[in-house]
């Protein structure tokens, strides 16, 4: 599957805001760490724009900043869909059969796992354990949960949103 990706498009407000963080921050030991929380609290994710903006500021190198954000499963280099949908991968769903249904999202979608669609309504996740094994396979949408699905009902469920 060919990668997508979404068009950065922070705005002056965003930028004004992590800089001032930035500056709270400066001169600090490990400082990074926080910055990039407060970053992606501001941007919703860690586009390399950003990333050299923080790396500029603090005086790190871009590929430090780099490092701790493909680390830490917290940060994320892309941005999340209004609607987040996100299927276990956990033993139990995948025995009952997630994977089909991860599939027929991508399929439906046009995006992979880790993206977002071009209008930023949709992104996948694929996630391990959500604790819901009774129900698997299952998937969910933001905080709605769908469980003892197939691929089949993948559709209509997507349609919903």
């Given at each position: 599957?060919?990668?997508?990706?979404?068009?950065?498009?922070?705005?002056?407000?965003?930028?004004?805001?992590?800089?001032?963080?930035?500056?709270?921050?400066?001169?600090?030991?490990?400082?990074?760490?926080?910055?990039?929380?407060?970053?992606?609290?501001?941007?919703?994710?860690?586009?390399?724009?950003v990333q050299e903006i923080i790396a500029e500021g603090l005086g790190i190198s871009l590929a430090d900043i780099y490092g701790i954000v493909t680390f830490y499963a917290r940060f994320t280099l892309n941005p999340k869909g209004d609607y987040n949908l996100a299927v276990c991968l956990g033993t139990a769903c995948y025995v009952?059969?997630?994977?089909?249904?991860?599939?027929?999202?991508?399929?439906?979608?046009?995006?992979?796992?880790?993206?977002?669609?071009?209008?930023?309504?949709?992104?996948?996740?694929?996630?391990?354990?959500?604790?819901?094994?009774?129900?698997?396979?299952?998937?969910?949408?933001?905080?709605?949960?769908?469980?003892?699905?197939?691929?089949?009902?993948?559709?209509?469920?997507?349609?919903?949103?």
């Open positions: 599957m060919e990668k997508k990706g979404v068009a950065f498009n922070g705005t002056k407000e965003q930028e004004k805001k992590l800089r001032a963080v930035i500056e709270q921050h400066k001169g600090q030991a490990g400082a990074a760490i926080p910055v990039l929380h407060e970053a992606q609290e501001i941007y919703g994710y860690l586009p390399i724009e009952k059969g997630s994977g089909d249904i991860i599939n027929k999202a991508q399929e439906i979608l046009g995006i992979g796992v880790g993206e977002c669609t071009e209008d930023r309504k949709f992104s996948i996740e694929a996630t391990r354990c959500i604790g819901a094994c009774g129900l698997a396979p299952v998937m969910t949408i933001n905080d709605d949960v769908y469980g003892r699905i197939t691929a089949d009902d993948v559709p209509g469920i997507i349609a919903k949103y």
